[in-house]
């Protein structure tokens, strides 16, 4: 598997391209692998002192998004079609979350990628997600 985009360029296309939301994710790992950091702050919880299912949603599409992106290049407009996510457990509130995406297919028109998210330290998933992208012709 060759790299397209490493932690230094995925990094910099979410300053670029995201800067919305950029603040909020980290590149920390591409490769096999692909690993993501949402930094998670207080406008992340909901009740009850738990990090939000929107929260974590944005965590595991943003996450396989960039994972794509890793082995296609810069292609901004690769979009989600489908997504399934599974909320497995209560997530550690104010600690961060990280997304580990691996890429499952990557042909010539979808992508799928699967992604389980942790609370940083723990050993257990809070949520497992799996997204299939459409990628536009290169």
């Known amino acids: 598997m060759q790299l397209k985009m490493d932690v230094t360029a995925l990094n910099a296309f979410l300053r670029s391209d995201f800067a919305q939301v950029a603040g909020m994710f980290e590149v920390i790992e591409a490769g096999a692998e692909t690993v993501i950091r949402l930094r998670v702050d207080d406008s992340h919880l909901r009740p009850g002192g738990t990090v939000s299912g929107p929260t974590m949603f944005a965590l595991a599409d943003v996450g396989i998004y960039l994972a794509i992106l890793s082995r296609i290049g810069p292609v901004a407009l690769a979009v989600t079609t489908n997504a399934t996510i599974d909320f497995l457990r209560k997530p550690l509130a104010g600690i961060d979350l990280l997304a580990r995406v691996r890429v499952l297919k ?33």
Not at 109 to 114: H, I, K, R
Not at 115 to 133: D, H, K, N
């Open 106 to 138: 990557l042909g010539r028109n979808l992508a799928v990628g699967d992604c389980l998210i942790f609370s940083e330290g723990q050993a257990e998933p809070v949520a497992r997600a799996s997204m299939t992208y459409s990628v536009p012709p290169r």
